[in-house]
């Protein structure tokens, strides 16, 4: 099954690829609000679902299996920023165990730690925004162990890399 985090939808959309059957309504009630979460990754370690929240104040979770939502566990973010659109993006690193979603007018990347449940815009905290929407979408190259983020209006593409001890370190301007 795939999904698709609801942004302006009213719930996550499963797609069975295997029958090409859609389904909009397992997962529904999370309301018609723009631009709530954008971006669904799978922790494999938990077996969780976890959006990034682009206007929303949580990070959504989805248990595939109970076909459960939850908005409450991770909430508490926002409005961080002024107009919103904090996070646009999320992405699992394996070797971590965490999630990290692209600040796109957040100042921080947001790390997730799915085992305690808990929410970090602190430890990899970045320049203040120039223009804001300074990165788009975020992705995890496990050949090399490092979160890639795309500029769209930063200058540079942000790195996120990982040491021998699986500490995070700060992002690498490059």
């Known amino acids: ?10 719930a996550v959309l499963m797609i069975n690829p295997r029958t090409n ?11 018609v609000a723009g631009g709530k979460w954008s971006g669904i990754v799978y922790a494999v370690s938990v077996g969780m679902l976890f ?10 979770m989805v248990n595939p299996r109970t076909n459960v939502t939850d908005r409450t566990t991770l909430s508490g973010l926002g409005p961080l920023v002024r107009g919103g659109e904090k996070w646009i993006g999320i992405a699992y690193a394996p070797s971590v165990d965490m999630l990290f979603a692209a600040p796109f007018n957040a100042e921080a990347v947001l790390r997730i730690n799915p085992f305690t449940n808990s929410t970090d815009i602190t430890t990899l905290h970045g320049r203040p ?3 804001g929407g300074e990165w788009l979408g975020i992705a995890f190259a496990p050949s090399v ?3 890639f983020a795309a500029p769209c209006n930063a200058d ?16 690498l301007r490059q």
Request: hydrophobic share 55%; glycine share 4%; aromatic share 8%.
């Open 1 to 10: 099954m795939l999904f698709a985090a609801p942004s302006n939808a009213d």
């Open 21 to 31: 059957v859609t389904d909009n309504t397992t997962l529904s009630g999370l309301g």
């Open 51 to 60: 959006a990034a929240p682009f206007n929303a104040q949580s990070v959504l």
């Open 129 to 131: 925004r120039a223009f």
């Open 145 to 147: 162990d490092v979160l």
């Open 156 to 171: 540079t593409v942000l790195t996120v890399r990982f040491v021998v001890d699986n500490s995070v370190v700060a992002p």
